[in-house]
């Protein structure tokens, strides 16, 4: 998975609580990461409940900041 993929993956799972539209092999890698973790029985489903890791969430975080405005002279 590419960076912004994964943050986009990120953000999916911190607003809706599940894993929509992410493929398994794109789960394994973020819970290899110990960017999420899957609910306990959840993880055949189609859409597994997921829950951010405290470095799921600064990740997630600190890449969706507002970049600063550049000062225009």
């Known amino acids: ?6 943050v986009a993956a990120l ?3 911190a607003e809706k609580g ?4 992410i493929s398994k092999e794109d789960l394994k890698d973020l819970r290899a990461y110990n960017l999420i973790d ?3 029985g959840a993880e055949n489903d189609r859409s597994p409940a ?3 890791t405290k470095k799921g969430r600064v990740m997630l975080k600190a890449n969706t900041k ?3 405005a550049s000062p225009e002279d």
Do not use: F, G, R
């Open 1 to 6: 998975m590419k960076h912004d993929e994964v």
């Open 38 to 40: 899957i609910a306990k």
């Open 66 to 68: 507002p970049k600063p």
């Open 11 to 13: 953000k999916v799972i």
């Open 18 to 21: 599940m894993a929509i539209h």
């Open 50 to 52: 997921c829950t951010l």
